[in-house]
T-cell receptor
Framework: GAVVSQHPSRVICKSGTSVKIECRSL??????MFWYRQFPKKSLMLMAT?????????EQGVEKDKFLINHASLTLSTLTVTSAHPEDSSFYIC??????????????FGAGTRLSVL | DQQVKQNSPSLSVQEGRISILNCDYT??????FLWYKKYPAEGPTFLIS?????DKNEDGRFTVFLNKSAKHLSLHIVPSQPGDSAVYFC???????????FGPGTRLSVLP
């Protein structure tokens, strides 16, 4: 149980285009979903936390207009990288916590999306 | 400034021996810690956690030790198995329900 599916696993796009990444909890309802970014040989850095039906909470330094997060249902959150530029190339990974279980801080992760912007 | 550090990017251990993965943190407000394990092409999966009221938590072959005064925790795997080969992330938070900060990970290779 507790499977999180992230799609696509890899995307290559041209500079200036927008890219949408989906994160789905397949067998549970996720009241909270998290979006992380990882640079090579660096830690996973939390970008934002999203709760179903409300606006995402962004970490300091993360541009909310650049990284649009939508959490329209208890099983789906999307991250849209708008007007992508080469510096946005990175590994993006989502996670979800089970309703009622978030206090334990256990998150279930997707496999990640490698974004390459040409 | 990296608040959670894993100073060994990689570690190789012989099968059957003990693997010890280390993690140091700088923020004294952290009081809840987790270890995640990640295989290639998969997301991290939760392994074991410990809160600051304990100094040890054990789950089968996995034991996490916490030294609050040294701001140090370690994950012991004994005996190590080839299937344990993965990247291990240490994560810390300021309490239950709070977002946590990841370390950069340590790649463990268990050699048959």
């Amino acid at each position: 149980g507790a499977v999180v599916s992230q799609h696509p696993s890899r995307v290559i796009c041209k500079s200036g285009t927008s890219v949408k990444i989906e994160c789905r909890s397949l067998d549970f309802q996720a009241t909270t979903m998290f979006w992380y970014r990882q640079f090579p040989k660096k830690s996973l850095m939390l970008m934002a936390t999203s709760n179903e039906g409300s606006k995402a909470t962004y970490e300091q330094g993360v541009e909310k207009d650049k990284f649009l997060i939508n959490h329209a249902s208890l099983t789906l959150s999307t991250l849209t990288v708008t007007s992508a530029h080469p510096e946005d190339s990175s590994f993006y990974i989502c996670s979800a916590s089970i309703a009622g279980d978030s206090a334990k801080n256990i998150q279930y992760f997707g496999a990640g999306t490698r974004l390459s912007v040409l | 400034d990296q608040q959670v550090k894993q100073n060994s990017p990689s570690l190789s251990v012989q099968e059957g021996r003990i693997s010890i993965l280390n993690c140091d943190y700088t923020n004294s407000m952290f009081d809840y810690f987790l270890w995640y394990k990640k295989y290639p092409a998969e997301g991290p999966t939760f392994l074991i956690s410990i809160s600051s009221i304990k100094d040890k938590n054990e789950d089968g072959r996995f034991t996490v030790f916490l030294n609050k005064s040294a701001k140090h925790l370690s994950l012991h795997i004994v005996p190590s198995q080839p299937g344990d080969s993965a990247v291990y992330f240490c994560a810390a938070s300021k309490g239950y329900g709070q977002n946590f900060v990841f370390g950069p990970g340590t790649r463990l290779s268990v050699l048959p």
